[in-house]
């Protein structure tokens, strides 16, 4: 079935941001947009920005951004 692995990319990168896991979901994500699932372009861009501010920061604290219509909240504490 063609597409499929791109759908379970996409579905593996929420997982992995469920489980707090944000860098592996954005390389997750990143996959898809690279494979022709364009529809996670946005949210490549805003979890990459919002990971590298917290990064600059230096702080520990919850993401939180948009995707898909819906809101999502990510507990930050487990990045690295």
Request: proline share 1%.
């Amino acid at each position: 079935m063609p597409g499929s692995t791109i759908a379970g990319r996409h579905l593996l990168g929420y997982c992995f941001l469920n489980l707090n896991e944000c860098e592996k979901a954005l390389r997750e994500f990143k996959k898809c947009v690279k494979d022709g699932y364009f529809e996670d372009w946005q949210l490549v861009v805003e979890l990459t920005i919002e990971l590298e501010e917290k990064r600059k920061a230096g702080g520990v604290g919850e993401l939180t951004f948009e995707a898909g219509g819906g809101l999502i909240s990510v507990d930050e504490a487990f990045i690295e």
